[in-house]
């Protein structure tokens, strides 16, 4: 609260995650490389979380997918009804669908694996305190896979939501192929802007969509 | 028995720490298991009683009984083995004691029950035929000396000897099945098995129907050969009397020892879950033992060469995740998704994948692992590997390899899709890239791996690149038939 001025404000991040030596890894990390990010404090289990965030009220959270007591599924649903301007940006080391669309289901904005590059981590922090989705590729990936025609899918009961339009796919294909926003937007012959739109949009649909693999994604988890 | 065989080593242990003279006391002083507490017990015990035979030796060993060369129950070789005699000193002597009142009986019935039999890997001779006769001869001797000698002695009549005789045969028979039902055990080293299996198991050690035949025919021969004893010692009256009581007071200990005989069956059934728990733990330690415990002893090792390190490191972490959570990995349970061979396991090459993510997975294995780089890789949809997608798969790992070694980046990422007609991978870096005009012709990796494969398969080839904007190569091919992108599994995301 007492940060300096400096062009645009520094995003506020807290860290949630069991593993004290990985939090001491992406504090540093953050702290060192840049002056965008600035952690306010930390946590390592779900009620520390709990009452952390609500103490701190930071912009972004950092939230591990795996822990103790219900993982970050659990910190999401104690959180975020009280919290809603809180965003959250799921980082685990976990590559199986279930955790990814579980997470993404329960109300995070991106989800990145705790392989990334400490530069891209700051730019996914940002681009969610900014409002917008963070998907990996692999997290495209899934989407792409949750939302895919195939012959005896379950039939679509809410076009709106269950269905994604082609140029989302298309968005979706080039994130899954490793493109980066600005890479997607000029292959596309579209803007940033509008492939940011494109991405939130996938965000909401795979949140609030009925399709059958992703509520049994979620209900894997018990998230339903 | 077993009252405390640990307490009186430990005190030997710790009284021949104070005082080195009491290193010479004749009581147990071997610290080991409670076996060798029964078995130095009995032996002095059944040798005193035996009354002809001198003081043990002063260093009690166990007393085992043998496997092999055994004509019954191997007592008469292991008391032989133990005291150095020959076999055949020890069962004449053990028939004369018989002869004279029984004792020699008793002593063998004693050693049978004390004495452990020699464990499985114990090394023994055989008996010969000539020394097994021998030893039958006398046990005939035997039988016939002490049913003589009692019989002129008037101390039990003909039926009686006749009777009990009977009855003890019953119990040899029953007990050497116990012996093969131990050794039996010993053999299949006693794997995962149920309850019942294990209670059953403790009578007929999965022996099957001849052992429970065994069994039976001895109980019955006990039986009978009471029923006979008793029959001719008393009038009819007496012995439904008898009978009656018998039956009440065993009726009334069964109902008794109700509590014990649960507690002894649930403490059968925690001790296997026990074992099968430590056995997991085993497995375990000694897979992370094995992968990354020596990982990370080379991580160490070189830590100066930073693409080594990330080599190592990412090598592991695909093995780990592949056991972890491979389609036959170790947090899946079992069953799952049938056609799981890849399961991150390097050593399963000869089978191949079976699905088009396995077989993109692996190939990124293999080049993350040999040009130290990292292969971001992304499967959507899935099929059943077909002989055009092996050639896809390998086109795609030409591609790979091509970009690891000329586009300076250390990143490549992997697009696979199946979709119901077609198939298509994506190999891209954002390195160097080059161009293609000015490829010189001895260069075959492009034209020959990928594109004349892709050709010959039905595929075709797209190159989108330029010098420093990176390489895209697609290669996409149209599945024949309609069987592909067919089979959708569970584990088609989880590449």
Redesign the interface.
Known sequence: MTEPQVGRQPVRVFLVDDHALFRAGVRTELDSITDEVHVVGEAGSVAEAVTGIAHHKPDVVLLDVHMPDGGGAEVLRRVRPEYPEVVFLALSVS???EDVIAVIRAGARGYVTKTISSQELVRAVRRVSDGDAVFS??L???V???F?E??GAAPISDPELDLLTPRERDVL?LL????AYKEIASELFISVKTVETHVSSVLRKTQLSNRYELSRWASDRRLV | MKDCPGHVSMDNVSSSLESPEAVSDPAPTSADTGETEIATRSAPVSVGQSGALAEPDTEPVKMLRRRNGRAVAGVAGGLADHLGLSVLWVRIALVALAALGGAGVLAYGLLWVFAPQQPAEAETATISTRERRQAYGLLALGIGLTIAISTLTGAISGWVAASLGVALVGVVVVWREADESQRRRWRRDLRVGDLRAGVLGAVLGGGGRTALIRVLAGVAMVISGIAVFVLSNANLGDVQFAVFSVLAALVGVAVLTVPWWLRLVRDLGEERRARIRTEERAEIAAHLHDSVLQTLALIQKQSDQPREVQRLARGQERQL?GWL?GPTGYGRSSGGSGGGSGGGEPGAEHAGPSMLSEAVAKVCGEVEDSFAIQV?Q????DCAMTEQLTALVQAAREAMVNAAKHSGENEV?V?A?AE?DRVTI?V?DRGSGFDESTVSGDRHGLADSIRGRMERNGGEVRLRTAPGEGT?VQLSVVVRGSAA??G?TES???T
């Not at chain 1, 899954?176 to 493109?179: E, F, I």
């Not at chain 2, 992304?378 to 949809?381: N, R």
């Open positions: 590559d199986a669908a590729p692999r495209a990936g899934f792409l896979d949750a895919s195939r012959p294909r899954a192929r490793g493109y | 995740r959570y971001q992304v499967v959507v949809g990422s697009y899709e119901h994506f891209r895209e992108a067919a959708m088609e995301a989880r």
